[in-house]
């Protein structure tokens, strides 16, 4: 199996910056994909950024293109998200996650198995 633990976060003032990362540990050989999702207080968890582990494929929502970039190390077995121009709807608890099937294509929450525990991001205005 795979644990996946999160750090990076914090209270920043709108229009900086901030760099999440997800460190993988364990059975990282079985990957496919990884991704960051965010979910605000009282909405539902949603796709933010994502990554073909092995092609380095890329895929972004559409409030964050231009505005986020997700990268990956395969040495580290790490993969970050930079964070820049963050608005205060950015706010969110932000997981990381790993789809270890590869069955699924698309970008949903339920399709990614192993989650991290989580990592604040406060934008305020």
């Known amino acids: 199996q795979v644990q996946l633990v999160e750090s990076g976060g914090g209270l920043v003032q709108a229009g900086g910056s901030l760099r999440l990362s997800c460190a993988a540990s364990?059975?990282?050989?079985?990957?496919?994909?990884m991704g960051w999702f965010r979910q605000a207080p009282g909405k539902e968890r949603e796709f933010v950024a994502g990554?073909?582990?092995?092609?380095?494929?890329?895929y972004y929502e559409d409030s964050v293109k231009g505005r986020f970039t997700i990268s990956r190390d395969n040495a580290k077995n790490t993969v970050y998200l930079q964070m820049n121009s963050l608005k205060p709807e950015d706010t969110a608890v932000y997981y990381c996650?790993?789809?270890?099937?590869?069955?699924?294509?698309?970008?949903?929450?339920?399709?990614?198995?192993?989650w991290g525990q989580g990592t604040q991001v406060t934008v305020s205005s």
């Open positions: 990554i073909r582990w092995s092609y380095g494929n890329t």
């Open positions: 996650a790993a789809d270890l099937t590869g069955y699924d294509d698309t970008w949903r929450w339920r399709d990614f198995g192993s």
């Open positions: 364990g059975r990282t050989f079985s990957t496919y994909r």
